[in-house]
Nanobody
Framework: VQLQASGGGLVQAGGSLRLSCAAS????????MVWFRQAPGKEREFVSK????????YYADSVKGRFTMSQNKENSTVYLQMNSLKPEDTAVYYC???????????????WGQGTQVTVSS
C-alpha cells in the first residue's frame, strides 16, 4: 500500500488550498483515511477523517467549518479542501490509512510522505 500526498504550497491568510492523497494497493473497504498535520515544534495532530465505506466524516474543532474532506473511490483518492486558511494552519500535512477507528498515531497502518502548507499573514 502506498499513499501519495500532494497539493501543498504557500498561500496568504484567507486563501485556499486543496490537498490530495492518492492510494494504491488493496481495497480500503472498511478502512478510514485520515489527515494529520504537524507544525514546527509541535506534535502531529488529527485534522479530519473519512470512513471509506460509509463516507462519514469527522473534523478537529480547529478546522471545522473551514476544511472539507472528500473521497473519490474510482481513483482511490481523498481530498482536503482548506478554505479561510490561517497562519496557524501552517504545518506538514500527512495522510494515513487505518483499519481501526482510532485516530491515535500508533494505530495508523500506512502513512503518506507529507506535504508542506505555509500560510503567510
Amino acid at each position: 500500500v502506498q499513499l501519495q500526498a500532494s497539493g501543498g504550497g504557500l498561500v496568504q491568510a484567507g486563501g485556499s488550498l486543496r490537498l490530495s492523497c492518492a492510494a494504491s494497493g488493496p481495497t480500503f473497504s472498511g478502512w478510514q483515511m485520515v489527515w494529520f498535520r504537524q507544525a514546527p515544534g509541535k506534535e502531529r495532530e488529527f485534522v479530519s477523517k473519512i470512513f471509506y465505506t460509509s463516507g462519514r466524516l469527522y473534523y478537529a474543532d480547529s478546522v471545522k467549518g473551514r476544511f472539507t474532506m472528500s473521497q473519490n473511490k474510482e481513483n482511490s483518492t481523498v481530498y482536503l479542501q482548506m478554505n479561510s486558511l490561517k497562519p496557524e494552519d501552517t504545518a506538514v500535512y500527512y495522510c494515513a490509512a487505518a483499519a481501526s477507528t482510532s485516530v491515535q498515531l500508533r494505530d495508523m497502518d500506512y502513512w503518506g510522505q507529507g506535504t508542506q502548507v505555509t500560510v503567510s499573514s
